[in-house]
Nanobody
């Protein structure tokens, strides 16, 4: 399984970006898809998740109301629409897939829940 993230870039505060993650190699149903981010000197943190079996979406408190996760099953792609960006959103953003259902045990925003990761795409928000 390979994940390819794209869409990062430099944007001014208040602006928007849309990240994409294309999943290839094994495109049967997966239990959860998620976006994480990692700022310099900080741990990787969960941003948003779709738990596909439960039909539920989750957002970190810091991005609620500003970010939206979505998926296109036909294209095996999922997205993160980011609006009203803030300098504190600056980070490398990673997409991830849980193909074993681990999230139900370890949590939707646990790094350990995810089996496959994209390479990351850098988002820089200037003030």
């Amino acid at each position: 399984v390979q994940l390819q993230a794209s869409g990062g870039g430099l944007v001014q505060a208040g602006g928007s970006l849309r990240l994409s993650c294309v999943v290839s190699g094994y495109t049967l149903d997966y239990y959860a898809i998620a976006w994480f981010r990692q700022a310099p000197g900080k741990e990787r943190e969960g941003v948003s998740c779709i738990a596909t079996a439960a039909g539920a979406t989750y957002y970190a408190d810091s991005v609620k109301g500003r970010f939206t996760i979505s998926r296109d099953d036909v294209k095996d792609t999922f997205f993160l629409q980011m609006n009203s960006l803030k300098p504190e959103d600056t980070a490398v953003y990673y997409c991830a897939v849980d193909q074993t259902g681990s999230y139900s045990y370890t949590g939707v925003f646990s790094v350990a829940s995810y089996d496959y990761w994209g390479q990351g795409t850098l988002v820089t928000v200037s003030s």
